[in-house]
């Protein structure tokens, strides 16, 4: 066997495996294990992942195996919790974990389930307390998953299976965990104002016998019981993980002014008990009202949810049988009666109506439909009877995509993020260290910032300067912090991003992730391919004009007869366009096709020739009068052909793929927005221009091959640096949709086109590109906004509370007011104007 065979017939060893890497959180741990791996001679390519910890690598498996990737992260240093080698056939599982509600409660709830053999990818979405799990075919079931993360400390509400068909109802579940959040609030409140109520008589007017001891056994629920004992539990593991959270202020803040309160038993001092009980009580309602205020900022989801059809009506053996959406299979026959959702996504086999589409494109006119007609689930067929072969169930359906895509986008991270969770890493550990400093400084120094007491007793009720130094240096101490919890500064990004995400779902614009919302803001210049993206794709009548002699009606009539004989696109084109000018097409006899020339036919009697001038002058035609009409048309960019009746040229019939109705204004809009429209075309150059003129673009590139495109990506990349979109809507724009910097796909277009897409519009009209711009801006003016106040709130706060001029008490409501404004200011994102037509 010569060495060639030897070669094409030895085993394909390439494999790849995923190392979940749970230490590795930064960038440079990141390249610490990348390089470990890649001084392997097998190892041909490392990607890490620090989102979610995985470290994907390719490498020859002849030399070396998973375990030689496990021993060489491993002595590099960190621990490897788990190697995947997946075989493709994964499923995902969705679980609701409603005290999720934190970064570091999600890296608890993603730690214990990295540790399950079998899990191929771990999403974690704080916005709706959802953890999605792709697990391997010999993976864990989804009991196994809720037993992992119960065990971790968190309940599961609801586990569902991404079939499309167990999907739990969001509704229920939200308004669980608010009726939750509202039992434990009233657990905290009633004692807490029993507390209240006994300790204005008690220090103002007479000593209640025994008052310490029944503010201490009414606080114990409130500090140990209601929310405590969640907040205290979370708080002790992230000590024990050595990632603080906020939990660990809020513990702090309540537990050790209970404890010391208890002192009062056998050493007469002043109580702090009160203190612990009024934090803890304003603490649960702060999380209530921010899960209610949450529930009005990720309202996008249930209303998608609440959109589709319960039921369906099938033909069964000739019978009608109303059966459950989630019971449907492909192929089933649905009966739709008028006012009725369309149960799932179909073709229309039977009937003619007109079908509002408004919840898959935001648009309120009705489209008409007809038999062979494609309708989506959760539309309205408003007028006639239809009878719809599904063709599209459970998961796979146009709702349940848009859902994943919203889902996605809400869980999803924006690149500014990753600064502001650098410093919140840091921010509570420094927050304990001033907490420490100030306690020091008022218990040792107390005589020398006793002018600053002095100086807000003048207009501080809550100052007291004549205060004992122990008593001060506590009451600084927890204010520290309390007043520092950076709830707001959590709900900062994902609040906005689930109202952003939800208005452009509920307009048709699609937006899949955060970077994509970030880098959607910066664009410089958006590329647009031409036909069905500017165009309509379809070829349509669009000029007819007769010969001396003949008119309109005589010329189109004869060609449309004739070519109704014809299976080319252009000859539909005329067909379509004499029916709509209400003609009557004619039979004919004797057709012929001529190649490269055009067609040939008898109409009553009368030879008729349609196609180009060498067809009409190989019959002995002079064409001459028509030359100037002709090549008018043909540098407009339309194909142009000419008639003929009898002996005599008939005229000229020209056809063109139409420009959408709102491309001009779409490109007109983008300029304004000052960002500059290339069109990059595979047509020729003749017809780019003339489409170019037309809607008013910047720069053409025509005769451009798919695989060009990408590297007219990249040449725009080099002039106006990376902030270059795409706009693109077949197979062969997927590859640019990926090298630009955001890809926008056309929604009638491509699976792949969609698939490979930062964003999609659902419609297909490019004024959507100027709504996702804005949005894009918008959202992102949002994230910055709440950053800044959250921040400042922070930066302000600290000072003020380690001087000793703020209250714990005040403090705590002030916390709660700051991550209320952040989900408020993200809620007044609901009223923005994304475009003129909006009122």
């Not at 192929?331 to 408004?358: F, L, N, Q, Y």
């Not at 002039?719 to 197979?731: F, L, N």
Request: overall charge negative; some cysteine; aromatic content about 4%.
């Amino acid at each position: 066997m010569n060495e060639h065979a030897a070669q094409s017939t030895a085993p394909n060893t390439s494999a790849e495996s995923v190392l979940v890497v749970p230490g590795m959180g930064s960038d440079h741990c990141a390249g610490i294990v990348r390089a470990a791996l890649e001084r392997l001679d097998a190892v041909k390519s490392v990607n890490a992942n620090i989102a979610n910890h995985h470290v994907t690598v390719a490498y020859d498996s002849a030399a070396a195996g998973p375990e030689e990737l496990r021993s060489a992260v491993e002595g590099a240093g960190y621990d490897v919790a788990r190697v995947d080698t997946g075989d493709g056939n994964n499923q995902e599982i969705r679980l609701v974990v409603p005290g999720m509600g934190s970064d570091h409660c999600a890296g608890i709830v993603r730690g214990a389930l990295e540790r399950l053999d079998g899990i191929q990818a771990i999403r974690t979405n704080i916005a709706d307390h959802r953890v999605t799990v792709t697990v391997s075919t010999t993976g864990p079931d989804g009991e196994a998953l809720r037993s992992a993360v119960e065990h971790a400390g968190y309940d599961v509400a609801a586990v569902e299976t991404e079939d499309g068909n167990d999907r739990a109802d969001d509704a229920a579940i939200d308004e669980a965990y608010v009726k939750q959040a509202w039992r434990r609030l009233w657990v905290a409140m009633i004692p807490t104002a029993a507390i209240m109520a006994l300790m204005m008589p008690h220090m103002l007017w007479e000593p209640i016998p025994g008052y310490l001891a029944i503010i201490a056994v009414l606080a114990f629920p409130v500090v140990f019981l209601a929310g405590g004992r969640a907040t205290h539990s979370s708080a002790w593991r992230s000590l024990k993980s050595g990632h603080l959270n906020m939990d660990v202020l809020i513990s702090m803040g309540s537990l050790p002014p209970y404890l010391i309160g208890l002192v009062g038993f056998v050493y007469p001092m002043t109580s702090f008990i009160e203190m612990a009980a009024t934090i803890m009580a304003f603490h649960m309602l702060g999380r209530y009202l921010e899960h209610r205020a949450k529930g009005q900022a990720s309202s996008a989801i249930r209303k998608l949810l609440d959109m589709g059809a319960k039921t369906a009506r099938v033909e069964r053996d000739g019978e009608e049988v109303e059966v459950p959406v989630k019971e449907l299979q492909t192929g089933a026959i649905m009966i739709v009666r008028p006012g009725e959702k369309i149960p799932t996504d179909g073709e229309v086999i039977e009937g003619e109506s007109s079908v509002d589409e408004s919840i898959a494109t935001g648009e309120s006119a009705p489209v008409e439909k007809a038999t062979g007609a494609t309708v989506l689930g959760a539309t309205i067929n408003q007028q006639g009877l239809l009878k719809v072969r599904a063709t599209r169930v459970g998961k796979d359906t146009f709702l349940s995509q848009v859902i994943r895509l919203v889902e996605e986008a809400q869980g999803s991270r924006v690149p500014v993020q990753e600064l502001a969770d650098r410093i919140t890493a840091r921010f509570v550990p420094a927050v304990l260290g001033i907490a420490a400093l100030a306690f020091i400084a008022w218990l040792g120094f107390s005589g020398t910032l006793e002018p600053i007491l002095l100086w807000g007793e003048g207009f501080l009720p809550w100052v007291d300067a004549d205060q004992p130094p122990l008593v001060l240096a506590i009451l600084a101490t927890i204010a520290v912090l309390v007043i520092a919890c950076p709830c707001a500064l959590g709900l900062a990004t994902p609040t906005a991003l689930m109202v952003g995400s939800g208005m452009g779902a509920e307009r048709g614009v699609l937006i899949r992730s955060g970077s994509a919302i970030q880098s959607l803001k910066d664009i410089k210049v958006v590329v647009l391919d031409k036909t069905g993206t500017i165009t309509k794709g379809e070829p349509a009548l669009t000029d007819v004009i007769p010969a001396e002699g003949f008119t309109e009606e005589q010329a189109l009539t004869a060609a449309a007869a004739v070519e109704a004989g014809s299976a080319h696109p252009l000859a539909d084109a005329i067909v379509q366009g004499a029916k709509d000018r209400g003609l009557a097409i004619g039979r004919v006899t004797g057709f012929q096709s001529h190649t490269a020339r055009g067609v040939e036919a008898q109409l009553d009697g009368e030879r008729v020739l349609v196609g180009s001038r060498r067809l009409l002058t190989e019959h002995g035609m002079d064409v001459t009068a028509l030359e100037e009409q002709l090549a008018e048309l043909e540098s407009a960019g339309r194909t142009a052909m000419l008639v003929a009746i009898g002996e005599r040229p008939a005229g000229i019939v020209a056809v063109a793929d139409t420009i959408k109705d709102d491309s001009a204004a779409a490109i007109e809009a983008l300029h304004q927005l000052g960002i500059a429209c290339v069109m990059v075309t595979g047509d020729n150059e003749r017809t780019a221009q003339a489409v170019a003129r037309e809607v008013g673009l910047d720069e053409v590139q025509a005769g451009v091959f798919p695989e060009g495109k990408v590297d007219a990506i990249r040449a725009l990349q080099d002039r106006y640096g990376q902030h270059v979109a795409m706009v693109g809507d077949g197979i062969n724009d997927a590859p640019a949709l990926k090298q630009a910097n955001v890809g926008i796909a056309i929604g009638a277009g491509a699976d792949v086109a969609i698939e490979a897409a930062d964003v999609t519009l659902v419609r297909g009209e490019l004024t959507k590109v100027v709504e996702a711009v804005n949005l894009s801006r918008l959202t992102f003016r949002k994230i910055v906004q709440n950053m800044f106040w959250a921040w400042g709130y922070n930066v302000a706060a600290i000072p003020i509370a380690a001087t000793g001029l703020l209250h714990p008490m005040i403090g705590v409501v002030a916390m709660t007011a700051s991550s209320l404004s952040v989900i408020g200011n993200s809620v007044l994102l609901k009223r923005a104007r994304l475009s003129d037509g909006d009122r």
